[in-house]
């Protein structure tokens, strides 16, 4: 078995979406002086590599401590965008999975998480079109990750594919990373989310599985 990280390391000063708060770890005890260290983490649970759940657009869905592990974990099939030269993701460019079955989650590899810490980063990543979204939301997954900060333009007020993915009861995994390590299908994605009472979203620890 071969477990691959994807998840961004999580630090003080990391990168966050626009007019998110920053994240800030503070180490209150050290083990030299107190026998023990413990930090305090105070941060978005929106921050590094999370997950969006119903509940981050739609007042009457569950939280995630209703939410089950085995919504978070399954197989996984990459399709690769690297290639794209548009500045959305259309249905022809997913076409790869209408012929996929037993699939859980589908991972978008962009290469785009190279711009991680870099002004470029959360500017002109690509998104997906409403009907794209709409086309992943109808494949019966139970979710979607990709190496981007969101599947909506960062300026987007209504965010379509959100609401798309999410109605379709899909969770989102965003800022992804390592993506091109995965093979192209047969293995498990995991993202595991912390068990928040009412929670919308969660920093995860994202994860492959080969075997």
């Known amino acids: ?18 007019g998110d708060e920053s994240a800030n770890l503070r180490r209150t005890h050290f083990v030299n002086k ?15 590599t999370h997950l969006d759940t ?13 939410l089950g592990p085995n919504n978070f ?7 690769n965008l690297t290639n794209l030269r548009t500045p959305f993701i259309e249905p022809a460019d ?28 959360y500017a002109d990543f690509p998104a997906l079109s409403e009907t794209s979204a709409r086309f992943i939301g109808g494949l019966g997954l139970k ?5 981007t900060p969101s599947p909506d333009l960062v300026d987007s ?7 798309a993915l999410l109605d379709h009861g899909l969770v989102i995994v965003e800022n992804l990373t390592n993506v091109g390590e995965l093979p192209d299908e047969g293995f498990i994605f995991c993202c595991l ?15 492959g599985i080969t075997f």
Do not use: C
């Open 1 to 18: 078995m071969n477990v691959i990280d994807l998840s961004h390391i999580i630090h003080t000063g990391m990168p966050v979406f626009p």
């Open 34 to 48: 107190d026998g023990f260290a413990q930090t305090i983490l105070t941060m978005s649970s929106h921050t590094g």
């Open 54 to 66: 119903a509940a981050h657009l739609f007042a009457d869905a569950p939280g995630l401590d209703w």
């Open 73 to 79: 974990a399954g197989w996984g099939a990459v399709v």
């Open 94 to 121: 997913l076409s790869i999975l209408s012929d996929m079955e037993g699939l859980d989650f589908v991972i978008l590899r962009t290469g785009w998480d190279v711009h991680w810490k870099t002004d470029r980063y």
């Open 143 to 147: 979710g979607i990750g990709m190496d």
């Open 157 to 163: 007020r209504t965010l379509p594919a959100h609401i």
């Open 193 to 207: 989310p912390l068990r928040l009472k009412d929670g919308e979203g969660s920093p995860v620890r994202a994860v």
